[in-house]
């Protein structure tokens, strides 16, 4: 069964340095996201990617979070200028369409920890 | 704006035993609203979710919820708890207009004993 891969699982790091997290959603699916879990905190949205673009984001998606698309595989988050508040666990996830009947896959996450 | 609610970061059940995880909503409008469950190691996997109809909504793995509008709850139980549940569930809601991202709780992590 096709499923969604991230790597690194485990990504650390010191603090103000760049980030690149990695992603490979499903080969069919156009709509691509990234959540993240801060330890002991509810699972919250960043962003969501349609078509070379983000479609939504929100206010944790500040100018320090970037998404690309690199290729046709590909999809990742970088994060410019880590801080220690940044550490947390990171999914990303992809769905055939935005309507109601297309479910979200996600990734296993990799965890961040910012030192 | 929606949120969920979830009571209980942690239950324990012992096997054959009823499991019944504890979701509660908000929401301004009646939300579609999902199960989701995470093995060690692997991704957020769908157990189930309701969109409109029926409000008893039958998953996989033996597992059902029902939507309660006026409690505003969408608890996750199973009759029978197997060694194999254990796991961490997350409930979730979006909203049936608008963006399709999902605002999550904090988990619940399932153990269940032998």
């Known amino acids: 069964e096709p499923e969604v891969t991230q790597t690194p699982s485990h990504q650390v790091t010191q603090m103000g340095q760049e980030v690149i997290l990695r992603c490979v959603p499903i080969?069919?699916?156009?709509?691509f996201y990234w959540y993240r879990q801060i330890l002991g905190q509810k699972v919250e949205f960043l962003v969501s990617?349609?078509?070379?673009?983000?479609?939504?984001k929100s206010e944790i998606f500040d100018d320090q979070f970037s998404v690309e698309r690199p290729d046709g595989s590909n999809f990742t988050l970088k994060i410019r200028s880590t801080k220690l508040e940044d550490s947390a666990m990171y999914f990303c996830?992809?769905?055939?369409?935005?309507?109601?009947?297309?479910?979200?896959?996600f990734g296993p996450g990799t965890r961040l920890t910012v030192l | 704006a929606q949120s969920v609610t979830q009571l209980g970061s942690h239950v324990s059940v012992s096997e054959g035993a009823l499991v019944l995880l504890r979701c509660n909503y908000s929401?301004?409008?009646?939300?579609?609203l999902f199960w989701y469950v995470q093995y060690p190691n692997q991704g957020l996997q769908l157990l189930l979710k309701?969109?409109?109809?029926?409000?008893l909504v039958k998953g996989i793995n033996g597992f059902e919820a029902e939507f309660k509008k006026s409690e505003t709850s969408f608890h996750l139980t199973k009759p029978s708890a197997h060694m194999s549940d254990a796991a961490e569930y997350f409930c979730?809601?979006?909203?049936?207009?608008?963006?399709?991202?999902?605002?999550f709780g904090t988990g619940t992590r399932l153990t269940v004993i032998p």
């Open positions: 996830a992809s769905s055939l369409g935005a309507g109601i009947t297309d479910t979200q896959y």
């Open positions: 080969s069919n699916h156009l709509y």
């Open positions: 990617f349609y078509n070379n673009e983000i479609s939504e």
């Open positions: 929401s301004s409008v009646p939300p579609y």
């Open positions: 309701y969109t409109t109809g029926a409000t």
């Open positions: 979730a809601v979006r909203s049936p207009t608008g963006a399709n991202n999902l605002f």
